[in-house]
Nanobody
Framework: QVQLVESGGGSVQAGGSLRLSCAAS????????MGWFRQAPGKEREFVAA????????AYADSVKGRFTISRDKTKNTVYLQMNSLKPEDTAIYYC?????????????WGQGTQVTVSS
């Protein structure tokens, strides 16, 4: 099991930017993939972006393509989510997830979340 700690959330106006970080710790960290999810009030948690830890292959939800960029720094065991051109509908708690074995997000480890609020 790993510990995931998100940071970088906050409040911005529409059109602004934020960069979220997720630092992983716990013995020698290695993961199949890392991802970002979000949950808005009254809605289910939804996928935002993911990246293969080894090869850098990534995927994005259609709603964030062209605005968000996921990256990782293996030397720091950290994954990032650069969020540009933020919209009010991006307001949510953002969670980091680690799929350690390739078993899918259903068996992933999760961080505690960081709040992102975008005002119009």
């Amino acid at each position: 099991q790993v510990q995931l700690v998100e940071s970088g959330g906050g409040s911005v106006q529409a059109g602004g930017s934020l960069r979220l970080s997720c630092a992983a710790s716990g013995r020698t960290f290695s993961s199949y993939a890392m991802g970002w999810f979000r949950q808005a009030p009254g809605k289910e948690r939804e996928f935002v972006a993911a990246i293969r830890w080894s090869g850098g292959t990534f995927a994005y939800a259609d709603s964030v393509k062209g605005r968000f960029t996921i990256s990782r720094d293996k030397t720091k065991n950290t994954v990032y989510l650069q969020m540009n051109s933020l919209k009010p509908e991006d307001t949510a708690i953002y969670y980091c997830a680690a799929d350690l074995t390739g078993g899918g997000w259903g068996s992933a480890d999760w961080g505690q979340g960081t709040q992102v609020t975008v005002s119009s």
